[in-house]
């Protein structure tokens, strides 16, 4: 939370750095209880001497706030959110439950599409999935893994409808834009297209380049306004040391190191391993459909993209948004060979 609410404010005091990290601890303190007040400063046992830092030294608590920056859309909603009258805590909270019911109407429309005529079986399926652990724990998180999970059943809900190419679009600019690390996604979602629809048409389609090339543009500009460090600063700090001071020594590590953290990291990896594997297993069983199993192929493959990038394999809310688009291909899989369960008359 103090990441996000400190971007607040650094748009609201961009001069006023000392101002920013003040206000972001001093509001966070009037709402959080007292033992969750105290781990994000981290005075808790064992002593987090990274959270103390950030708390008491405004260039620590500043070099920080990149990391939270490049999530562009994520931080205007809480802006707008912050002057429609919420406290800055309240924003960074509230928006995350905004979008866990916002999200559960998208899905409700996307099975509703998917089983057709059988509301029963999509209003089951909806409340089951909600409810699922990591689902109603991004829901209480102060993290933008909810507010990008219902740009992703908008996407979805395209897929399934076969909205137009630039609409289509405009959703994968829309994920870009609220969080960056999507971009192997939104890019090879776009390639993918391209080249099925080369081979299935003999056609190439020089907008889907366009569309590369603006959502390329994007990402590098968020990184170079945002002043972000880079992914090897990212994952120093995760995997290895959490530096008080980003500018105080180099992240360096070796590909040694990285193998190592990424192998044991695997290990933990089961979950998603076999839950991905699985809905990928059954979607080619269910369903002949060459672009069915290919989009659901790229899904899959972008879930171990995101992991070599940020394998945080302990963290499922980093997985479940790809995780549920694979299980709605599965559903649209089953729907189209039995007919969407519809009911039958009798002649």
């Not at 650094?10 to 009037?30: A, C, G, M």
């Not at 399934?160 to 090879?188: E, G, H, Q």
């Not at 500009?221 to 020594?249: E, M, Q, V």
């Not at 948004?321 to 969407?340: C, D, E, P, R």
Request: glycine residues 4%.
């Amino acid at each position: 939370m103090p990441g996000y609410v400190g971007c607040l404010y650094t748009l609201k005091f961009p001069d006023s750095p000392d101002k920013v990290r003040i206000l972001t601890y001093t509001e966070i303190q009037k709402k959080a209880p007292e033992l969750e007040y105290k781990d994000i400063l981290g005075t808790l046992k064992p002593a987090d001497k990274a959270r103390q830092a950030f708390a008491n030294n405004t260039k620590a608590f500043t070099e920080q706030l990149p990391y939270y920056h490049i999530k562009v859309g994520y931080n205007l909603a809480i802006l707008i959110l912050y002057e429609l009258g919420f406290s800055s805590p309240d924003t960074v909270t509230f928006l995350s439950i905004f979008s866990y019911f916002i999200s559960g109407l998208l899905l409700f429309l996307i099975l509703k599409n998917i089983f057709p005529e059988n509301y029963f079986l999509a209003i089951i399926l909806t409340v089951g999935i909600m409810l699922l652990p990591p689902i109603t724990d991004m829901s209480r998180g102060a993290t933008p893994d909810m507010f990008v999970f219902q740009i992703l059943l908008v996407f979805m809900l395209g897929f399934i409808k076969k909205w137009n190419k630039w609409i289509m679009f405009s959703i994968l600019f829309a994920i870009t834009f609220t969080r960056p690390d999507y971009i192997p996604f939104t890019l090879s979602y776009l390639a993918t297209f391209a080249v099925y629809g080369y081979i299935t048409n003999k056609k190439l389609d020089f907008n889907l380049a366009i569309q590369g090339i603006v959502l390329l543009l994007l990402y590098f500009t968020i990184i170079k306004i945002c002043h972000y460090p880079g992914w090897k600063h990212l994952f120093y700090d995760t995997f290895i040391h959490r530096r008080a001071f980003i500018s105080a020594s180099s992240p360096d590590f070796s590909l040694e190191e990285y193998l190592t953290i990424v192998f044991n990291k695997f290990l933990t990896f089961k979950k998603v391993t076999a839950t991905s594997v699985g809905l990928l297993g059954l979607i080619f069983y269910f369903s002949k459909d060459s672009w069915i199993r290919t989009f659901s192929v790229l899904v899959f493959v972008n879930i171990y993209i995101k992991f070599l990038f940020f394998p945080h394999s302990s963290i499922f809310r980093f997985f479940i948004g790809l995780i549920i688009l694979l299980l709605i291909t599965f559903l649209y899989a089953v729907s189209k060979k039995y007919n969407g369960f519809k009911l039958r008359k009798i002649a």
